[in-house]
């Protein structure tokens, strides 16, 4: 596979797919690559050549499509669909990885034109296209926090023969008409944008449903220029595939101010209710609530309240009332940090933990930004994120892996200069423009570097959907590659990428941030191997057998994360079982 190069902005979370005995995957500068999926030999590589400018280097993955009406032997019957770093999305030949010349302008659509507010390098595609009968379900990355008017979110359905576009859906209702236009004031809605599917989209053929987690709208700490509830941003949304209609739509947090926009696929499972199996769809979410919804309506399977939260004191802002929290499960994530919950390894530290989290405001998982500064726990990052949960059907088992890390954020009037970035109190400035406010973005440690909320900072969990219970939860990670000396206390670490669950009743994760795939007992959380890898694997693996006697294959892609300082590389690396 090709080297990318080191940047502030690469990480490889591909999970790659399999069609018949080839695996294919993309990598983080857009590059498609076919492989022999039990000798890992290299069968073709198609480079796209994109525009390193772009501000988020990612792919995770491509789509197959197979053409019901071409002869098996001709060009272009199988396609892999690619969607680029820099907003294009290509037609493959499955075979040969040669651009499919039918399909749009030789071979690709541009996604960058006729896109309002855009400006050089911040608009991209990093997620798979989601393929539904033959139709071809692309979203978009938008950069962060820069302003207002942003690019908006539109999700587009196009052809998967001609590449013409069919429908797009746009989670903002710029139409007066739409009835989602009452929860945006005034004219806010014709200027706001993002509310994008940066994230991994599901499809339910049968049905002719395509879903959608929505991100939140621009800016993402300030929403005076937005107020109401904004549907349909950080919403999981059902579209009909073949129309690009809206199903459905249910919105996990109201007007969002806090960075929680919906990272995880949905995940489409048969609900056990006493005697039946029901359609649903499970949504985690970054705050630690995971929602239980019919597939087919939206409507909760498990009640949904809407409770008060703490209400802000900015000046020209407005929170919503009340946020919506499951009866159950119980968080996946703590929801809050006291001053008295405050860690470290001494009583010094601790103390200044404590003092810090006493100057903040803190007041639960949807404290509102402020002047004295704010905790969000579990955090921008936290909870559970683009890698989502696994399902082990047989077993009734959902398992779910979350970053437990408090971050902070403080607004600024604009007139005032920018702290110096220290690498805790400030890890960034966002400009914000458009608003009276920046914001400046940290993360909770104390003077030693270590996290001010107790561990674990990661774990994984198991919940048992017919007896509605917590059947485990375990650490997940050690500090093996963060501490000094290499010493690995099993207090669980950030993570990023998700687990899958298989037949034989295992759990494989890799995703933290020391350097490893692990295996789990699903019945117990026991950990029952871990295998070293030779750089971060912050990607969610696979497993496959290519023949019915063949070697059945657990593959992971170790590439690291920049943000996350992950061991840099650039690998694909696969076990065998047993």
């Not at 983080?28 to 280097?57: C, H, K, M, Q, Y």
């Not at 003077?447 to 001010?452: A, L, S, T």
């Not at 059947?471 to 099993?490: C, H």
């Not at 294959?553 to 690396?573: K, P």
Request: hydrophobic share 40%; proline share 9%; aromatic share 8%.
């Amino acid at each position: 596979m090709s080297r990318d190069p080191g940047r502030r902005n690469h990480a490889f979370q591909a999970t790659p797919i399999l069609l018949g005995a080839t695996l294919y995957l993309c990598t983080p500068r857009s590059r498609v690559v076919a492989l022999d999926a039990e000798t890992g030999a290299e069968r073709w590589v198609f480079d796209p050549e994109i525009d390193l400018s772009v501000f988020n280097l990612n792919c995770r993955g491509v789509a197959s499509w197979r053409d019901a009406g071409a002869e098996d032997a001709s060009r272009c019957a199988t396609r892999i669909f690619a969607a680029t770093a820099d907003a294009r999305l290509f037609a493959l030949d499955a075979r040969s990885g040669i651009p499919c010349a039918d399909f749009g302008e030789r071979g690709h659509v541009d996604f960058s034109r006729d896109v309002p507010f855009l400006r050089p390098g911040e608009y991209g595609i990093t997620a798979p296209p989601v393929v539904i009968g033959d139709v071809v379900v692309v979203g978009s990355s938008v950069a962060e926090n820069r302003r207002i008017d942003m690019p908006g979110g539109e999700v587009q359905g196009f052809d998967a023969r001609s590449g013409a576009r069919r429908w797009r859906w746009d989670p903002i209702p710029r139409d007066a008409r739409d009835p989602a236009r009452s929860s945006w004031e005034g004219a806010s809605a014709d200027r706001t944008g993002a509310a994008n599917v940066w994230s991994i989209g599901s499809a339910d053929p049968e049905r002719d449903l395509v879903f959608l987690p929505t991100s939140s709208p621009s800016p993402d700490y300030y929403g005076g220029e937005r107020l109401g509830d904004n549907r349909w941003a950080d919403s999981v949304v059902a579209l009909h595939a073949s129309t690009g209609e809206l199903a459905w739509a249910f919105q996990t947090v109201h007007h969002d101010v806090w960075d929680y926009d919906l990272a995880s696929q949905p995940v489409l499972i048969d609900f056990p209710a006493g005697d039946e199996r029901i359609a649903a769809l499970v949504q985690a979410t970054k705050t630690g609530n995971l929602f239980v919804l019919h597939r087919e309506t939206g409507k909760p399977l498990i009640p949904v309240r809407e409770r008060p939260v703490p209400q802000s004191a900015v000046p020209g802002e407005r929170s919503a009332a009340t946020q919506p929290f499951p009866r159950w499960p119980p968080p996946l994530a703590p929801q809050g940090l006291r001053p008295e919950d405050a860690f470290g390894l001494t009583p010094w530290d601790r103390a200044r933990c404590r003092e810090r989290i006493t100057s903040l405001r803190s007041e639960g998982v949807f404290t509102p930004p402020s002047f004295e500064g704010s905790v969000l726990f579990p955090g921008s990052a936290g909870g559970s994120n683009w890698g989502s949960v696994a399902w082990h059907p047989g077993k009734n088992l959902l398992v779910a892996n979350t970053t437990r890390i408090a971050n902070t954020v403080q607004l600024l009037p604009r007139s005032e200069p920018d702290p110096t970035p220290d690498g805790r109190h400030t890890l960034a400035v966002a400009a914000q423009e458009g608003t009276p406010y920046k914001a400046v973005l940290g993360v909770l440690l104390s003077p030693w570097g270590i996290p001010c909320n107790p561990p674990p900072w990661g774990a994984l969990t198991a919940l048992d959907l017919a007896a509605r219970d917590v059947r485990w939860e375990v650490p997940l990670g050690t500090t093996r590659d963060l501490a000094p000396l290499g010493i690995a206390l099993p207090w669980g670490v950030p993570n990023m990428g998700g687990p899958i669950a298989t037949a034989g009743g295992l759990v494989f994760v890799a995703a933290t941030l020391d350097d490893y795939l692990r295996a789990f007992d699903i019945e117990t959380g026991a950990e029952l191997w871990r295998g070293r890898l030779p750089a971060g694997g912050q990607a969610t693996p696979m497993t496959y057998r290519v023949r019915e006697n063949g070697r059945q294959l657990v593959v992971v892609a170790a590439g690291g994360h920049a943000s996350m300082r992950t061991r840099r590389g650039d690998s694909l690396v696969a076990f065998a079982l047993p």
